[in-house]
């Protein structure tokens, strides 16, 4: 499994453990000392050749790149849907016989696309398909839980009282989803094999405008919501100047995921994996 460390790749890696399975874990930040009992291995350089050998053996392969609006300082970066990432993968999984892999990739992605992160995730899903393996893609909305998450800054940043950047207006539409959730339909993906050859995007609920979402949030935590609109012409050479004061909440790529305006169908989501939360109460340090 890549990405052990991201959001939805530790939740991942624990309900696997939690189910017996050993895991060759490969991770950005994670040390090996910082590996939970179980894991095999944890390896920061995923393009080297050493961790293939360690992929002998393994079942399925769970490829998983950072969601959206995770990991703001890697902004448009892809920390492991890479070409060189996924080609790496792909050649492993060839080589050892391991023709059962999961992509957990991102709502909008497409090759074509705009914001970096959705373009490399985009070109993750066709390598994929030209393999030839029996693969599952999962496509998470924005993704919402404590952490290095959109929503998690978005939570802290109203709770503050800091004044939030409308980037174009507010009118554009977002979606989010629990990252438990998400580990959750990608453990079971991995146990159905009807699910082979299908692609699923989800999200807990139909889209809502970003300011929406804001005020949401700003009821969640009750304090008064402060906007200040920013023209679509300065948007992204002011939020490229917050970002390297490190005063963004939205980085630029961020920026234009958002702007590309891809929603997915809830319903359909609800339909095959039940009820998804948006993840929008609390943090536990704010209390209930």
């Not at 460390?5 to 895991?23: F, N, Q, T």
């Not at 961020?254 to 590309?260: G, T, V």
Request: proline share 7%.
């Amino acid at each position: 499994m890549t990405g052990a460390d991201s959001l939805v790749g530790a939740r991942v890696l624990r309900g696997l453990l939690e189910a017996s399975m050993e895991v060759v874990a490969l991770a950005t930040f994670r040390t090996d000392k910082d590996i939970p009992p179980g894991v095999i291995r944890v390896v920061a350089n995923r393009t080297g050749n050493q961790w293939t050998e360690w992929a002998a053996g393994c079942s399925a392969a769970v490829h998983v790149g950072p969601g959206l609006g995770e990991r703001p300082a890697d902004d448009g970066g892809c920390f492991g849907v890479g070409p060189a990432d996924t080609n790496a993968l792909l050649a492993a999984c060839q080589r050892h016989g391991i023709a059962r892999v999961l992509l957990v990739s991102c709502l909008g992605a497409s090759p074509a696309a705009t914001s970096a992160r959705q373009r490399a995730a985009g070109a993750a899903e066709e390598a994929l398909w030209a393999a030839g393996l029996a693969a599952t893609v999962l496509r998470p909305a924005w993704l919402a839980a404590p952490g290095p998450s959109l929503v998690a800054r978005l939570l802290h940043a109203v709770r503050a009282g800091r004044l939030v950047a409308l980037y174009g207006g507010g009118g554009f539409p977002l979606q989010t989803v629990a990252a438990d959730d998400v580990a959750s339909a990608v453990i079971r993906c991995l146990h159905d094999d009807s699910t082979c050859g299908c692609v699923f995007e989800l999200a807990a609920e139909d889209p809502v405008p970003f300011v929406e979402l804001l005020r949401r949030i700003a009821a969640t935590v009750q304090q008064r919501l402060r906007t200040l609109s920013i023209p679509r012409r300065l948007a992204l050479p002011v939020a490229s100047l917050l970002q390297r004061r490190s005063g963004t909440v939205l980085t630029p790529d961020e920026i234009l995921a958002l702007w590309a305006g891809r929603t997915a169908d809830a319903a359909a989501a609800r339909a095959r994996f039940g009820p998804l939360s948006g993840g929008l109460g609390p943090p536990p340090e704010f209390g209930s």
